[in-house]
């Protein structure tokens, strides 16, 4: 089970909106939020003006947003005293996820899938860095935590941790902007990174690198910490690279 993140973390959830005006902005933002574990089960939002003030958004664009979580399923309105949108928790039995990312890396090209790693290479290396010259004690008892939720997670909650525990890192980096662009790469492409699949040592390979990731954050080397960082996500990569060419010619 994802714990509860970091105030950093949350806070990057309801930052304004690049894109204002538009409701699927504001219903991917929501959607990443809740998976990820940043909004919890049972968890009451905003209400419709202040969520509009926080995205910089008009409150129609926020109902918008809310219409399309609650047939997602994801968003439930009670009406009367104490009423408002609460959150829904998705079961990791309802569905497959990672179905849904396996037709997605079926369609990418390897180019893109490169691409992708490049930029996310530089938003995760350099907050692994920052986070090694910055994190606080609570920081460091947060990224130790999400290690072991690595450690004990499987499938899809196994990607959830994986994702929880890069935006830990980011929200160490105490840089408020690297923390929304970890957001955002995680909502546009965090599934996809952490597909759940490939060889069959991956859980234990997983851990030990965040792991070590963690420990050298806790000892301040920075340097190390983002070749680390660097080296894991270079990896996961080239494992998606050859689950794309498996995919495309079984």
């Not at 939002?45 to 997602?72: D, K």
């Not at 998705?90 to 893109?112: F, K, N």
């Not at 907050?127 to 899809?156: N, P, Y």
């Not at 840089?175 to 990174?193: C, D, K, M, V």
């Amino acid at each position: 089970m994802v714990r509860r993140m970091s105030h950093s973390a949350r806070s990057a959830v309801f930052a304004p909106l690049e894109q204002a005006g538009r409701a699927e902005a504001v219903t991917r933002r929501l959607v990443d939020a809740i998976t990820l574990g940043l909004l919890r089960d049972a968890e009451q939002l905003p209400s419709e003006t202040e969520l509009a003030g926080r995205f910089g958004v008009s409150t129609v664009t926020v109902r918008e947003a809310l219409v399309a979580l609650r047939q997602l399923g994801l968003v439930e309105t009670r009406r009367g005293r104490g009423g408002g949108s609460f959150v829904r928790t998705p079961a990791d039995s309802q569905g497959s996820p990672a179905e849904a990312w396996r037709r997605r890396l079926r369609a990418v090209s390897l180019t893109d899938l490169r691409d992708v790693g490049d930029h996310y290479l530089a938003i995760a290396g350099t907050a692994a860095k920052l986070a090694a010259e910055r994190s606080t004690a609570d920081d460091m008892d947060r990224l130790r935590l999400a290690t072991e939720d690595i450690a004990a997670a499987t499938g899809t909650a196994a990607s959830r941790a994986e994702r929880h525990f890069h935006l830990e890192v980011a929200a160490a980096a105490q840089s408020p902007r690297l923390t929304r662009q970890e957001l955002q790469l995680q909502a546009e492409q965090g599934g996809l990174l952490w597909l759940p699949v490939g060889r069959t040592d991956h859980h234990e390979h997983a851990y030990a690198a965040h792991d070590a990731i963690t420990k050298a954050i806790a000892d301040g080397d920075g340097e190390l910490a983002r070749r680390l960082t660097e080296r894991h996500i270079l990896d996961a990569i080239d494992r998606l690279a050859e689950l794309h060419l498996d995919l495309i010619d079984p």
